[in-house]
């Protein structure tokens, strides 16, 4: 029997290591990918120039994000793939900028921030021919450097095959990552000058400023001059925080346990409104006057086997409350355009919903795609974006209730499971 997975999840190894005991010897062969740690100097890291390289087939796609014409797309842990995207039918994909330790990223002003392990890059992009880094704020994503030593604590996706094992060993150790982690999507009603992320981003733009969430702290940066980010301060959120999300001088954060409302209205320094409360489950949120639309899900590290979309109250930012919930199959990323709802919903597909009637959701289904596989999305000016296992497609919703295909960009490496 062989095995050959995207990610071999924690979850599906425990059953295994209940079954064997270390005496049981397994006479078979496993193939699979997974995270493995692995330790890094950054002062090696700040050493190697980076220079942006022709374009590259989608491998493991993670973060979208729309600015202008051009679509972006996140490697995780690898870099970031830019896309003319002028023609959403036929989308151009022009070079790669390889950055380590890439998780997230924003643009504001022809500016591309995104994170190379604890630093902060900041890239001129108004020449896409000529893709400049600019500046670096270092030591600024601190959570998995170790000060001491002036190491790194990553991960790297890892093909392990593995003959005769032993399950269940006293000092086996597996490192598995949440699949989703690396995926992102929604639409934001930012400025001119910003581009446009999704509902399970980390970073975000408003009034001037770029927040950057990790698993407990908020960060703030001043981008006022784009290409001169200054780190103002960090904020205490809590543990389990997942995303982020701007809405009118407000933040939106997405934790495994709820949503916190921060005002941004004095954007230097956000501060909490309230914190809505639900049970243990994965948790992207997007938003619009009235309503907050939140996804909860199982599997992976969201332990609890809840498959939800909430409805939450927001007129009053300060006593959010749940309006209503609707049973869903496993919902990820989640996108807003107007009075029409997107789910991505897995392995099971992409789901449309009209939403101007909160309490009969469930009614007003519009279409369900059973074949699209999706992870996250965007409604963006020109196309609805889908992210899924299988690559990056987009759709023609200017009638919502019936989407139509455009294009779709394979990934060289589709999970199989076998």
């Not at 193939?31 to 989608?58: C, G, H, K, N, W």
């Not at 950055?99 to 002003?109: F, K």
């Not at 990790?214 to 001059?225: C, L």
């Amino acid at each position: 029997m062989k095995l050959t997975a995207k990610l071999l999840s924690l979850v599906a190894i425990l059953p295994m290591m209940a079954f064997f005991s270390c005496q049981d010897e397994i006479n078979t062969t496993h193939t699979f990918r997974t995270m493995m740690p692995v330790y890094l100097e950054m002062s090696d890291i700040r050493a190697r120039t980076i220079s942006v390289e022709p374009a590259q087939e989608l491998d493991n796609p993670g973060k979208i994000y729309i600015y202008g014409n051009y679509l972006l797309i996140n490697e995780p842990t690898e870099g970031i793939h830019i896309l003319d995207n002028t023609n959403p039918s036929n989308p151009i994909n022009k070079s790669f900028i390889p950055i380590e330790g890439n998780v997230d990223l924003a643009v504001n002003s022809n500016i591309l921030y995104a994170d190379n392990y604890v630093d902060l890059l900041a890239f001129d992009i108004s020449d896409i021919n000529n893709i400049r880094l600019v500046n670096r704020v270092e030591d600024v994503f601190a959570h998995l450097y170790n000060h001491a030593t002036g190491q790194v604590i990553t991960y790297k996706d890892t093909v392990i095959t593995s003959e005769n094992a032993y399950w269940g060993c006293v000092n086996c150790e597996f490192y598995a990552m949440d699949a989703s982690i690396g995926f992102a999507a929604n639409y934001s009603a930012a400025a001119q000058s910003y581009g446009t992320g999704g509902s399970m981003a980390r970073f975000t733009l408003a009034n001037g400023h770029l927040y950057a969430v990790d698993e407990n702290t908020m960060r703030v940066f001043d981008v006022k001059t784009a290409s001169d980010p200054k780190l103002v301060k960090p904020i205490d959120l809590g543990w389990g925080i997942e995303t982020i999300f701007p809405f009118q001088n407000k933040l939106f954060i997405g934790s495994n346990r709820g949503m916190h409302i921060y005002d941004a209205s004095t954007p230097a320094s956000p501060t909490r409104m309230a914190v809505y409360e639900h049970v243990v489950a994965c948790d992207p949120v997007v938003v619009n006057e009235d309503y907050a639309f939140v996804t909860l899900r199982s599997g992976n590290f969201c332990v609890n086997n809840i498959n939800q979309l909430q409805v939450i109250n927001i007129q009053d930012p300060y006593k959010p409350y749940l309006m209503k919930s609707y049973p869903m199959l496993n919902p990820h990323g989640l996108g807003l355009a107007g009075d029409n709802l997107y789910i991505a919903e897995g392995t099971h597909g992409l789901k449309s919903f009209k939403v101007s009637d909160v309490m009969t959701i469930d009614q007003n289904q519009m279409e369900f795609l059973e074949s699209m596989k999706s992870v996250d999305l965007i409604p963006g000016p020109k196309s609805l974006i889908v992210i899924g296992p299988d690559g990056v497609c987009q759709y023609d919703y200017s009638t919502p209730s019936k989407l139509r295909k455009l294009s779709c960009i394979d990934v060289k490496n589709p999970i199989v499971v076998k």
